[in-house]
């Protein structure tokens, strides 16, 4: 089992920049892929990053790349996405997800990944 739960979310105008946390419980958080997504209202579940359990490969949406990045911390047991240049499209709630064990690529579906945390939201203003 893995608890979820993300934080660094709020307001911010375009251009500027945020820093989401996600803090993990269980044992098993060092070896599992780890995935951020998003969801604004009436659309669908956005994959944004992911880092494998290793830290070796990382992933990222189109949507995002060149602006976020994701990075972990195994002894603090915490997933980060750092974001910049934020814009107005970027807006919404933010998850945090945790995938199986020892997967060598980490996902970058929804269905690909086991726990969630509760979601940050992240309102970015023009």
């Known amino acids: 089992q893995v608890q979820l739960v993300e934080s660094g979310g709020g307001l911010v105008q375009a251009g500027g920049s945020l820093r989401l946390s996600c803090a993990a419980s269980g044992r098993t958080f060092s070896s599992c892929a780890m995935g951020w997504f998003r969801q604004a209202p009436g659309k669908e579940r956005e994959f944004v990053a992911a880092i494998s359990w290793s830290g070796a490969y990382t992933y990222y949406g189109d949507s995002v790349k060149g602006r976020f990045s994701i990075s972990r911390d195994n002894a603090k047991n915490t997933v980060y996405l750092q974001m910049n240049s934020l814009k107005p499209e970027d807006t919404a709630v933010y998850y945090c997800?945790?995938?199986?064990?020892?997967?060598?690529?980490?996902?970058?579906?929804?269905?690909?990944?086991?726990?969630w945390g509760q979601g940050t939201q992240v309102t970015v203003s023009s």
């Open positions: 997800a945790a995938g199986p064990p020892y997967r060598k690529y980490p996902g970058v579906r929804p269905d690909e990944y086991d726990y």
